[in-house]
C-alpha cells in the first residue's frame, strides 16, 4: 500500500478514504467520517 493512503496528509484525501466503507456493521455504526471542508485549505 503506498504512503498517500496509509498517513494522508491532504483532508480531501483523509475524507475520501473515510468513505469507504468498512465490511463489518458494528465498527461501520461507530467509526467517525472526516468531512472535506475546501475553505479551510490553504492553497500550495
Given at each position: 500500500m503506498?504512503?498517500?493512503l496509509t498517513t494522508?496528509?491532504?483532508?480531501?484525501?483523509k475524507a475520501l478514504l473515510s468513505a469507504i466503507p468498512i465490511?463489518?456493521?458494528?465498527?461501520?455504526?461507530s467509526r467517525v467520517r472526516?468531512?472535506?471542508?475546501p475553505e479551510e485549505v490553504?492553497?500550495?
Open positions: 503506498t504512503t498517500s494522508p496528509q491532504h483532508p480531501y484525501t465490511p463489518d456493521p458494528d465498527a461501520e455504526r472526516t468531512v472535506y471542508k490553504t492553497p500550495a
